[in-house]
Nanobody, 126 residues
Framework: QVQLVESGGGLVQAGDSLRLSCAAS????????MGWFRQAQGKEREFVAA????????DYADSVKGRFTISRDNAKNVVYLQMNSLKPEDTAVYYC???????????????????WGQGTQVTVSS
């Protein structure tokens, strides 16, 4: 089992920045891919970004590329999502997830991720 706990959400204005954190525990994550997803009210959950724990390979949704940065701290078992130049359309509940597939390829399907955090709300006002 892997436990994931997100933090760092909040209410900000358009153009501001936020950094989300995802603390992972339970088992070694060296073969995992860690992802961030978001779900806006009335919409389906969508892929935001992901990083392979071992190599640090990253992938981003087009909607956040150039504004968001995913990173991990191996020593602390924490994954971060730095969000800059936030827009009202970034408003959503953000979820951290873990995929144990172990491949160097990153999967964007939410169904591929076995473990999920409880989510943290990000609200961007215009």
């Amino acid at each position: 089992q892997v436990q994931l706990v997100e933090s760092g959400g909040g209410l900000v204005q358009a153009g501001d920045s936020l950094r989300l954190s995802c603390a992972a525990s339970g088992r070694p994550l060296s073969s995992y891919t860690m992802g961030w997803f978001r779900q806006a009210q009335g919409k389906e959950r969508e892929f935001v970004a992901a990083i392979t724990w071992s190599s640090g390979k990253t992938d981003y949704a087009d909607s956040v590329k150039g504004r968001f940065t995913i990173s991990r701290d191996n020593a602390k078992n924490v994954v971060y999502l730095q969000m800059n130049s936030l827009k009202p359309e970034d408003t959503a509940v953000y979820y951290c997830a873990a995929d144990s597939w172990g491949s160097s390829s990153i999967r964007r399907r939410s169904g591929a991720y076995e473990y999920w955090g409880q989510g943290t709300q990000v609200t961007v006002s215009s």
